[in-house]
């Protein structure tokens, strides 16, 4: 193996800071996280996989929800004011992880917002390295880890976009500058310099498929060098480790049973009917079992199909509560503006229609913060789907009802507003509590109490259309009867 050569000398846990009541519904107030100081990297505790293999956790064992924000261009992109500013929106919205990549897809041939290059051209095992703080690309990146970790973050951290392996995004032809020996170095050289950072999930990959035993054979280097890098040995237990694919696709098609993959990953797609549930669903029945996250789907903002139609927050909000109702262990919310980092400085790709900094207040942000209360609201590492809750059929995909079934609660998901005929004694008790919760307010109406037997139907207040989504949200009232004697 080649060495590298230098080319140049807290868990976070939001809760409502208040709750107010209007017209008979509690409406959550402004998100909070619960510690309000900045906290240094090392008090942000590293993730593992779950123990049941479904969720992610911290070393500790708390769970952890993924919820995620695409900011690929953000290490190059953005200067420290800015950084900070995305930083703390994206905390106070919610959000648990922000997607960035190190060797960016725009603007590659260009220096970062601070003046730096991250290799020689076309040279991944040189990485262009001086000495002293804040003086190379690579202390740029550092910093974005550590004003992550301040902010209460985790950094899902691609290190290349996947156009520098492979073109194409679905034949897995290596046609860029990384081969097996080159990206081996650099994974070791990225691994070690970032190894003390917790807050790092590695992200192999970035908007390409690996179908071909080439392709697996460089991204498989990659993951060993990181391991190698990080921990001093080819150990993967002391990394957490997916890969992004292009979409529509999921690593459940082609790496099921790579041993550096922690959990399986798909793009749905920016399609506004991209129906990630069915592939959500694919990947949770796989074996070996691994927890499920949709990296990439609906960006309000982007233009898709013949004729072209704009995905609307609508579609983000329906496609994040599809993967998570389907069994996945959190979700990845984007926005075509803020992905690229749009501004005046930097000229938009496929035509976005406003700034990087005016799309952080994007209707569906929020919204994100307000599925992750709802999931935190209840014993989530023990909850899986359950479609047997459901007493009717359903022949419409683009319209799919879904239900998770946890210790003692039940939530039920519809994208219209349809009446709910709900298969009820699922969950134990005699009495089931019975509530709305509303996607797009964060709030919640209590319906009533009812016997925790036979069908019921649930009419969501509203006309039944695309946008008005509910969460049936039932819950033991009562304790279950003692068993009769013998």
């Not at 959990?263 to 549930?277: E, T, V």
Request: aromatic share 12%; with cysteine.
């Amino acid at each position: 193996m080649t060495g590298i050569s230098v080319a140049v000398k807290m868990k976070p846990c939001f809760t409502p800071d208040h709750w107010a009541r209007v017209g008979g519904w509690l409406v959550l107030g402004a998100l909070t996280l619960s510690a309000v100081a900045a906290v240094p990297a090392a008090s942000l505790p590293a993730l593992r996989v779950s123990d049941n293999h479904r969720f992610l956790v911290t070393t500790d064992g708390r769970p952890f929800f993924w919820l995620a924000d695409t900011a690929w261009q953000l290490i190059h992109d953005l200067e420290e004011a800015e950084i900070r500013r995305y930083f703390a929106d994206r905390r106070d919205k919610g959000f648990t992880v922000i997607q960035t990549v190190a060797l960016v897809e725009l603007r590659f041939d260009k220096p970062n917002a601070f003046g730096h290059f991250p290799i020689e051209p076309r040279r991944p095992d040189r990485p262009m390295v001086k000495d002293g703080p804040n003086n190379d690309y690579w202390d740029d990146v550092e910093r974005v880890l550590r004003l992550a970790a301040e902010h209460q973050l985790y950094v899902g951290l691609l290190p290349t976009w996947g156009k520098w392996v492979i073109s194409d995004w679905q034949n897995g032809m290596v046609d860029g500058f990384f081969t097996v020996e080159n990206a081996e170095t650099y994974g070791r050289f990225v691994g070690g310099r970032f190894k003390d950072h917790a807050n790092i999930i590695w992200i192999l990959g970035g908007d390409k498929a690996a179908p071909t035993d080439e392709a697996k054979a460089v991204w498989r280097a990659m993951a060993r060098g990181i391991a190698a890098g990080a921990g001093g040995a080819e150990d993967y237990a002391k990394v957490l480790m997916t890969y992004h694919t292009s979409g529509p696709g999921s690593t459940a098609w082609f790496l099921n049973k790579e041993p550096w993959l922690d959990f399986h990953a798909l793009q749905s797609g920016h399609g506004r009917w991209a129906l990630n549930w069915m592939m959500v669903e694919h990947a949770y029945t796989m074996k070996p079992t691994l927890p499920v996250i949709d990296l990439e789907t609906s960006y309000p903002g982007f233009r898709h199909g013949r004729p072209p139609t704009i995905a609307t927050d609508d579609d983000a909000r329906r496609a994040a509560y599809w993967a998570v109702f389907a069994g996945a262990a959190g979700h990845t919310y984007g926005h075509h503006s803020l992905w690229q980092m749009h501004s005046p400085k930097y000229p938009g790709v496929a035509g976005p229609k406003e700034y990087w900094y005016d799309a952080l207040d994007a209707p569906s942000a929020r919204q994100m913060g307000w599925l992750r209360k709802l999931i935190e609201s209840h014993p989530f590492l023990t909850q899986r789907p359950d479609l047997s809750l459901l007493a009717f059929d359903q022949t419409k995909p683009w319209e799919m009802c879904l239900a998770l079934r946890g210790d003692g609660y039940a939530l039920i998901y519809t994208p219209t507003g349809r009446t709910l005929d709900v298969q009820l004694g699922k969950i134990p008790g005699a009495q089931v509590k019975a509530s709305w919760f509303n996607p797009r307010t964060g709030a919640t109406e209590v319906i009533s109490e009812f016997e925790n037997k036979g069908r019921r139907a649930f009419d969501p207040p509203g006309e039944e259309q695309a946008g008005n989504d509910w969460v049936l949200m039932l819950q033991t009232a009562s304790p279950a009867p003692p068993p009769s004697s013998p």
